[in-house]
């Protein structure tokens, strides 16, 4: 069965700029959500996306937006990238039924702003 | 205070040891609980979930939970040098649609 797959794997964009990250879930896996990892902020929650709502958003600027397509795959954008936005995006799938199921996390982009 | 907060690391253990990771957590209504383990430049792995209160075995690893202490807790037996990594604990609400809360995390260093 594969697993979560991100791509691309790694990312480096100027400043201003605009990134498009996708992540495609494990089969049957309708949740997806998105995290922002970093060394002083550890893993942030970015929003979740179920059967293309977005239910749930966490803490960032209007510039992260994403968003989720009838096949469950999810992209996220970030617009006018900052230096601050380098980090490790790390997109999750769960299975949604009755009970609750853990998130299988992707292998994640590196995204490097300069 | 943070949302969830982890026993300060690092934690060091000979090999065959006992690791012992510590979580406490804010929100009483949180209703799912799990343990992640992230190897250096690696994505985190999912090794255990634990949603009632009491113990959850699974090989050499325990999960406990205690929801009247807000305490969850992860138990490394016969710790190996492989288990060396960093240990996340995150804590879901039960609204929280897709929230994971982690913690700063734990690193664990298992040395032969």
């Known amino acids: 069965k594969a697993g979560v797959t991100q791509t691309p794997r790694y990312l480096i ?20 959500s998105w995290y922002q990892q970093t060394p002083g902020q550890g893993l942030q929650f970015l929003f979740e996306y179920f059967s293309e709502t977005q239910r749930n958003k966490g803490n960032f600027p209007g510039r992260f937006s994403g968003r989720q397509f009838s096949n469950s795959r999810s992209e996220m954008n970030v617009s006018t990238l900052e230096l601050g936005d380098s980090a490790l995006y790390l997109c999750a799938s769960s299975f949604i039924g009755i009970g609750d199921y853990g998130y299988t996390f992707g292998s994640g982009t590196r995204l490097t702003v300069v | 205070q943070k949302e969830v907060e982890q026993n300060s690391g690092p934690l060091s253990v000979p090999e065959g040891a006992i690791a012992s990771l510590n979580c406490t957590y804010s929100d009483r209504g949180s209703q799912s609980f799990f343990w992640y383990r992230q ?5 985190p792995e999912l090794i255990m979930s634990i949603y009632s209160n009491g113990d959850k075995e699974d090989g050499r690893f325990t999960a406990q939970l205690n929801k009247a202490s807000q305490y969850v807790s992860l138990l490394i037996r016969d710790s190996q040098p492989s288990d060396s990594a960093t240990y996340l604990c995150a804590v879901k609400g039960g609204t929280s ?3 994971l809360t982690f913690g700063q995390g734990t690193i664990l260093t298992v040395h032969p």
């Open chain 1, 13 to 32: 964009k100027t400043r201003g700029q605009q990134v498009t990250l996708s992540c495609s879930p494990i089969s049957g896996h309708r949740s997806v």
């Open chain 2, 39 to 43: 190897y250096s430049g690696k994505s």
């Open chain 2, 97 to 99: 649609y897709g929230k």
